[in-house]
């Protein structure tokens, strides 16, 4: 019987293959009592069962296929990490101990103390590591069965292609996709940040998550549809669904093959403006995709993922190698370095997770400013690598003219520190700033006087525009990019940048969502960065564009305040 089941998609076209269940081993372990005699053996068990995953973690580290995006290391380590850290590897140790109790509910006991404390945790993101934490507990708990971490599915045939279905799956199991090839994955757990999410955006196939219920509904080799798009599985399509998808499948795949050949073709519009499309990257491994997708430059370098998933600090060193890598990669092209972002919904301490409300707390910039040796040991980093290349430093979250003035004073104090040791490094280092608080947008003069170009965030401009937490999926349905004031407000930006001649870039996700691109060339921007796989659809608008053409539609856009008639409008845009 044909079925379907919604979920989010978090990354987009269509599979259709065999579904292929991924076991799991649930944290449910029987509890038993083990003879004072027994205790030892059962500690050693226990220590086995750790050393064994160890082995497992280290040996797909190993085997990382080369081209794998850089997170899949880290997400690796991660999983070492918190194996190797005492709440899961002493610990349960002494349950057993005290307890005289088998190993896999001394286990369980200590996994499931350590899930409450995450539940506790008010941080999506963080909160998410709680998957982490569950993956390599039953990793743990696999090893004390006898299984081994990770069952391959029966080597890749390429006449049939392969759903995977899992209640979760570790990244450390999505690193070993690559060499199965499977056409998509669907899983019950995971929400759009989760690591499982960005491993998939990062391999390219479609994918879903919190599907909830799939794992259970499926069952092996039935034949399912991914639009991962829409966010959708059908589970034994009818014959005419199926044809109907095989269709779109086709379609999507001839599509994507006829973008890759506008690789190399300018973007410029019917009536011959030169558009920028840049690239946002996470990581330095993001670079060749960016290249491949036809970026003309990278946009927005997000550092401060640079600084998650470890216990530490990256240092000076580090980072100047991680930027130096990107510049030298680009190979002359424009790199925007962003500094790094941290605190709301990416943090390193307890500083901003403790706060009332992070997103408006100690964010970014802010956070910056109060840790300025941290701060400046980044721009010294940025600054030692802009030998390599054509690099921007790009400030986020700038409000006031005091918070602005203090960063260029940290600037300065950085080349100062350089000159002294008589290091090299672009003396006429363009600082750029994000305008992402409606505030500095308002009076968007106090940036413009103090700063060579400007990038908008929107995704934090509308967020804070709208007063729609961004992370909240409860009100996700408010988060509005045509809402008239947010319109009213790019067309600001986009017209005082223009007069007071500074360069104005949106890199929010507003410029990978390629409904909007007319619009917002229409509004006057010229440049965008975004996400490289959605940058050959983008350029292909550009491409089937004439400004003239819509700049009068978008003037009455500005205008309206009807929700439906903006729609119909922007659809008018589009066609
Ligand atoms: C934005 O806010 O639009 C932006 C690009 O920055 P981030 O998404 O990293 O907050
Ligand atoms: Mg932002």
Request: glycine share 6%.
């Amino acid at each position: 019987m044909s079925f379907t089941i919604h979920g989010i998609g978090v990354s987009g076209g269509i599979a259709i293959g065999h579904a292929h269940l991924v076991s799991h081993t649930k944290l449910e372990a029987a509890h038993y009592d083990i003879p004072a005699e027994q205790v030892t053996e059962e500690i050693a068990r226990f220590e086995r069962a750790v050393h064994t995953v160890r082995n497992e973690l280290d040996q797909v580290r190993s085997v990382v296929p080369a081209g794998a995006p850089a997170e899949f290391a880290a997400f690796i380590d991660l999983h070492l990490m918190i194996l190797n850290d005492a709440t899961l590897s002493i610990t349960p140790r002494k349950i057993i101990e005290t307890e005289n109790c088998n190993a896999e509910w001394a286990l369980q006991v200590q996994t499931d103390e350590l899930l409450q404390q995450f539940d506790a945790i008010e941080d999506t993101y963080l909160r998410e590591r709680r998957t982490d934490v569950i993956q390599v507990a039953q990793r743990v708990m696999k090893a004390l069965s006898g299984q081994p971490g990770y069952v391959p599915p029966p080597a890749s045939d390429s006449g049939r292609n392969l759903v995977l279905v899992a209640h979760d799956l570790s990244p450390a199991d999505v690193v070993l996709f690559k060499q199965h090839q499977f056409a998509s994955f669907v899983t019950d757990l995971g929400g759009a940040t989760s690591h499982t999410a960005i491993v998939a955006r990062s391999l390219n196939i479609p994918c879903i998550v919190a599907l909830h219920h799939a794992r259970q509904l499926v069952r092996e080799n039935e034949i399912i549809i991914v639009d991962g798009t829409q966010g959708v599985i059908i589970v034994d399509p009818d014959p005419q669904v199926l044809a109907e998808y095989q269709l779109r499948q086709r379609e999507f795949g001839l599509e994507r093959q006829k973008l890759k050949r506008l690789r190399d073709t300018p973007a410029r519009t019917l009536d011959g403006t030169d558009i920028e499309l840049h690239a946002n990257i996470e990581l330095p491994g993001d670079v060749a995709l960016a290249i491949d997708s036809g970026a003309t430059g990278i946009g927005l370098f997000r550092t401060e993922f640079l600084f998650l998933n470890r216990p530490d600090l990256p240092t000076e060193d580090e980072q100047f190698e991680a930027y130096r890598m990107v510049l030298e990669e680009m190979q002359g092209y424009p790199v925007t370095i962003r500094t790094y972002d941290l605190g709301a919904d990416k943090q390193i301490d307890d500083t901003a997770r403790l706060a009332p409300n992070p997103a408006l707390g100690l964010r970014a910039i802010r956070l910056c400013l109060t840790e300025p040796k941290r701060f400046v040991t980044q721009l010294r980093a940025m600054l030692r690598a802009s030998s390599y290349g054509s690099m921007k430093i790009l400030i986020p979250m700038l409000m006031n003219a005091s918070e602005i003035d203090q960063a260029l004073q940290l600037v300065e104090q950085a080349k100062r520190s350089l000159d002294d040791e008589g290091v090299t490094y672009d003396r006429d280092v363009q600082i750029g700033g994000m305008v992402e608080i409606p505030a500095a947008a308002l009076a968007l003069g106090l940036l413009t006087k103090r700063l060579d170009f400007l990038s908008v965030g929107t995704n934090d401009l509308i967020q804070y525009m709208l007063a729609v937490d961004r992370t909240d999926d409860t009100v996700a349905h408010l988060y509005d990019p045509l809402h008239p004031a947010v319109l009213t407000l790019l067309s600001h930006i986009f017209t005082t940048a223009g007069k007071a001649q500074i360069p104005v870039a949106v890199c929010g996700e507003m410029a990978g969502d390629v409904t909007l691109t007319r619009l917002l060339l229409a509004l006057g921007l010229r440049r965008l960065s975004m996400h490289s796989a959605h940058l050959p659809d983008v350029k292909q608008r550009v491409l089937k564009t004439s400004l003239p053409d819509i700049r009068p539609i978008a003037k009455k856009m500005l205008k309206a305040t009807d929700p439906v008639k903006l729609r119909s409008m922007l659809d008018k845009l589009n066609a």
